[in-house]
């Protein structure tokens, strides 16, 4: 009999934009630098391009993450648009096509905080889904575990109004590839903050998981009420960390709100976003000092979400939550 694969721990390490921490993040040089980092996931920002294909970006919006505002040829597709009710002006991944995709470069989204990602701009690619999912083939042959994939459906109505649904695509080829059903070839998480765009992936049965941020409109999906209403289209919420464990007004952590534990009486895994080392990001009283760069007590804050009870973490530095989680599983 062939050699069973070993299974990560419970505790989920879901690897944000990839080591984003380390590399510009949605590049496969990060996405596979978070698997060897000993992350479990590879989570994906999924938006479209103009002929309906799936690429890896943190918004619609591509002016910040690639190198397309220095390039002449496109200088004419900056505009504005409404994106949710917000204005936006930039360039836009829908109004290009795949292979104009394919000639930009990636450059670091935050080089005042991660100035060593910037130096690396223009060294990579934009990937597609395919080849993500391919990645993550690579790495579970190499590394002798399953990496799994947890995509993002992101601003899911808006693409809808432009005639370029996310959900079809996605669900074809996660259908081509063996990663829908009960035991898909790779774990397989769906995320979205739109509750209809998780409806339409129901099809796929594979776990779900409806993202919540800190505005007026989740707060009543924060309620036992709300979290059984979550329940009949999710398997699990992936908060904003906020939500689990509030900052005080001393800049400390503060005790955990009631959310993992009513999310789990209703049956919900919790995968709360999103984990920073750098000081910038830390709750104060984490911070090592006043260099926005430099990592601060970050293995403090993951202690406190362990105990907590969540069942997993989004984090830009994947090393760091590998490291804190063999910590804390070894005391427990």
């Known amino acids: 009999?062939?050699?069973?694969?070993?299974?990560?721990?419970?505790?989920?390490?879901?690897?944000?934009?990839?080591?984003?921490?380390?590399?510009?993040?949605?590049?496969?040089?990060?996405?596979?630098?978070?698997?060897?980092?000993?992350?479990?996931?590879?989570?994906?920002?999924?938006?479209?391009?103009?002929?309906?294909?799936?690429?890896?970006?943190?918004?619609?919006?591509?002016?910040?993450?690639?190198?397309?505002?220095?390039?002449?040829?496109?200088?004419?597709?900056?505009?504005?648009?409404?994106?949710?009710?917000?204005?936006?002006?930039?360039?836009?991944?829908h109004d290009f096509t795949l292979a104009e995709i394919k000639t930009l470069r990636a450059v670091e989204r935050l080089p005042d905080v991660r100035p060593y990602n910037a130096e690396l701009n223009g060294r990579y690619e934009i990937p597609t889904l395919e080849e993500i999912v391919d990645l993550a083939d690579e790495l579970t042959r190499e590394l002798g575990r399953p990496i799994g994939v947890y995509p993002e459906t992101k601003h899911p109505s808006y693409h809808a109004s432009l005639g370029l649904d996310l959900e079809p695509p996605l669900i074809a080829l996660l259908r081509e590839r063996g990663l829908h059903g009960p035991e898909p070839r790779l774990p397989v998480f769906l995320q979205s903050f739109e509750a209809d765009s998780l409806r339409k992936l129901q099809e796929l049965e594979v776990p779900l998981?409806?993202?919540?941020?800190?505005?007026?409109?989740?707060?009543?999906?924060?309620?036992?009420?709300?979290?059984?209403?979550?329940?009949?289209?999710?398997?699990?919420?992936?908060?904003?960390?906020?939500?689990?464990?509030?900052?005080?007004?001393?800049?400390?952590l503060g005790e955990p709100t009631s959310l993992v534990a009513d999310a789990h009486e209703a049956g919900l895994l919790v995968h709360p976003y999103t984990?920073?080392?750098?000081?910038?990001?830390?709750?104060?009283?984490?911070?090592?000092?006043?260099?926005?760069?430099?990592?601060?007590?970050?293995?403090?804050?993951?202690?406190?979400?362990?105990?907590?009870?969540?069942?997993?973490?989004?984090?830009?530095?994947?090393?760091?939550?590998?490291?804190?989680?063999?910590?804390?599983l070894a005391q427990a």
């Open 275 to 328: 984990f920073r080392s750098e000081n910038h990001f830390l709750p104060p009283k984490l911070r090592s000092g006043d260099d926005p760069t430099a990592y601060g007590s970050f293995a403090a804050e993951y202690e406190a979400f362990f105990a907590a009870g969540v069942d997993g973490v989004f984090t830009d530095h994947s090393r760091h939550a590998f490291l804190a989680r063999e910590m804390f």
């Open 1 to 93: 009999m062939p050699k069973k694969k070993p299974q990560p721990p419970h505790l989920k390490i879901i690897s944000h934009r990839g080591a984003s921490g380390h590399r510009p993040e949605h590049t496969l040089a990060s996405y596979e630098l978070g698997a060897r980092y000993g992350g479990d996931f590879i989570e994906v920002d999924l938006v479209a391009t103009a002929d309906g294909h799936l690429i890896a970006r943190h918004e619609p919006e591509i002016g910040q993450t690639t190198d397309v505002a220095s390039r002449p040829e496109f200088a004419d597709r900056r505009r504005t648009v409404t994106i949710d009710g917000r204005e936006v002006t930039g360039f836009f991944a």
């Open 209 to 252: 998981v409806f993202l919540m941020g800190t505005g007026e409109q989740w707060q009543r999906y924060t309620t036992p009420e709300g979290l059984a209403e979550v329940a009949s289209f999710a398997q699990a919420i992936g908060p904003e960390k906020s939500l689990v464990i509030p900052v005080t007004e001393e800049g400390g």
